[in-house]
């Protein structure tokens, strides 16, 4: 099993720019999740997923948009960037809710 | 919703003694709350969790307690060693099976 794989791992726009953030799991986990670390921060939760056509919002859901079209992919989008949206960005995955969130290697965007 | 800190933010210890993070949280629905380690330039990792219905666990030399009437839960790593220097979070989960993590330690083990 390859995980929690994420694409790009590193990625520079200007303000304005859109692009997409790539994530994907081969362990059949229905639950899926974006968050950002920012230093000192933590990680907040972006949008989560609990399964196939069913998103929601976390924390900081604001500038970001997300799908869910099959299991295994979870990508997020950032529509316009700021430069508010620099930060490095994980994708976690698990089975169920109270199990253990497996998360990919993140992808350090920054937005100038 | 649910409010999660985490203390020390900085941890300093010699080789082979003990470390041990504690956190609180405000929810008391609440139910589920892992640890994770993370390593420069990767991804969080679980180490360790616990469920709301046990007070007490332990794998190997990392422990983690729970006290649901406090609302506080701590990591205890015993006989440090220098591969365990990280930072270390630790989280809760509850209604809406959303993961609120803590702000982070970072543990420095001295050899």
């Known amino acids: 099993n390859a995980g929690v794989t994420q694409t790009p791992k590193f990625q520079v726009l200007k303000t304005g720019q859109s692009m997409t953030l790539q994530c994907a799991q081969d362990?059949?986990?229905?639950?899926m999740s974006w968050y950002r670390q920012d230093p000192g921060m933590g990680l907040r939760l972006i949008h989560y997923?609990?399964?196939?056509?069913?998103?929601d919002q976390g924390e900081v859901p604001n500038g970001y948009n997300v799908s869910r079209s099959t299991t295994e992919d979870f990508p997020l989008r950032l529509l316009s960037a700021a430069p508010s949206q620099t930060s490095v960005y994980f994708c976690a995955s698990s089975y169920a809710p109270g199990t253990g969130a497996n998360f990919g290697p993140g992808t350090r965007l920054t937005v100038t | 919703g649910e409010n999660v800190e985490q203390h020390p933010s900085t941890l300093s210890v010699q080789e082979g003694d003990s470390a041990v993070i504690k956190c609180t949280y405000s929810?008391?629905?609440?139910?589920?709350f892992p640890w994770y380690k993370q390593e420069l330039g990767k991804g969080p990792q679980l180490i360790i969790d616990?469920?709301?219905?046990?007070g007490e666990k332990k794998d190997q030399r990392i422990a983690v307690t729970l006290n649901k009437t406090a609302k506080h839960f701590s990591l205890h790593i015993t006989e440090t060693q220098p591969e365990d220097s990280a930072v270390y979070f630790c989280?809760?989960?509850?209604?809406?099976?959303?993961?609120?993590f803590g702000g982070g330690t970072r543990l420095m083990v001295k050899p």
């Open positions: 997923s609990v399964g196939a056509g069913i998103t």
């Open positions: 989280a809760a989960q509850g209604a809406g099976n959303m993961l609120t």
């Open positions: 362990m059949n986990h229905e639950y």
């Open positions: 929810d008391s629905a609440s139910n589920y």
């Open positions: 616990i469920r709301s219905n046990v």
